[in-house]
């Protein structure tokens, strides 16, 4: 998350384009209502672009046509999936979930890296696109079901 800076639209922020003109963060946060939704807005207007309730801490990918999501609320020490939806209007592109992600960063345009554990409790670091390719392994450690991943990606 960017701190320091205020953006009309977002109860918070959580990234900025690559190119300074837009801005994502959550627009509702009621956790008695288990609510959480985020959009994309113009930092310099505050008009919304789309909003979503079904992804939260959308990055932008290196170029900004692209951010990158997770689910919007927490369940537990993970998530279950990693969405990637078009920055401008919030179309989805992928969808990845096959067990607890711990970790996802963009890697370059149009592919990104996931940290996970398997349902068996195998350790993967995948490399996904935006295609319906199947994620390529990077790293494999064997590891205890229910208990983080060791593979962390750096900020």
Do not use: K
Not at 96 to 118: I, K, P
């Amino acid at each position: 998350g960017v701190t320091g800076f205020d953006v009309p639209g977002l109860l918070s922020l959580d990234d900025i384009s690559p190119d300074g003109t837009l801005a994502t963060g959550y627009t509702v946060i009621d956790e008695q209502a288990f609510e959480f939704c985020s959009a994309v807005v113009e930092i310099r207007t505050g008009r919304q672009l789309w909003e979503t309730c079904e992804a939260s801490s959308l990055r932008f990918s290196p170029d900004g046509e692209s951010v990158l999501g997770i689910d919007p609320y927490p369940d537990g020490f993970g998530h279950s999936f990693v969405d990637v939806l078009d920055a401008r209007d919030g179309t989805l592109l992928r969808h990845y979930e096959g067990g607890t992600v711990f970790d996802e960063r963009w890697e370059r345009d149009g592919t990104y890296l996931v940290s996970m554990q398997t349902n068996a409790g195998e350790n993967l670091l995948l490399r996904l696109g935006l295609g319906d390719e199947e994620p390529e392994v990077v790293e494999r450690t064997a590891g205890v079901s229910g208990e983080p991943s060791g593979i962390r990606l750096g900020g």
